[in-house]
């Protein structure tokens, strides 16, 4: 089985962006000397994160099945 990037590389990509994600969303904790802006960016990319995941594991999966 050769790497195929449309399957293999999909499926990596989604990885890191989900274990990124779970990095961020771990530590996010709103507490002295944080600020508002920063706590809701880290909020947001956490979410982007996971939902770019999500969308690389689908594409992996589409691109699989017309293998």
């Known amino acids: 089985m050769k790497f195929n ?3 293999h590389g ?3 990509i989604g990885t890191i962006c989900l274990l ?3 990095m961020i969303a ?5 507490v002295e000397g944080t ?5 809701i960016l ?3 990319i956490t ?3 996971l939902l770019s ?5 689908i594409s992996a999966a589409v691109n699989a099945k017309t293998e």
């Not at 995941?53 to 594991?57: D, E, I, K, T």
């Open 20 to 22: 990124l994600g779970s």
């Open 47 to 49: 979410f982007i994160l």
């Open 26 to 30: 771990g530590n996010i904790a709103y």
């Open 35 to 39: 600020t508002t802006t920063s706590y």
């Open 53 to 57: 995941a999500g969308v690389f594991w």
């Open 5 to 7: 990037f449309h399957v």
């Open 10 to 12: 999909l499926w990596i």
């Open 42 to 44: 880290s909020l947001l």
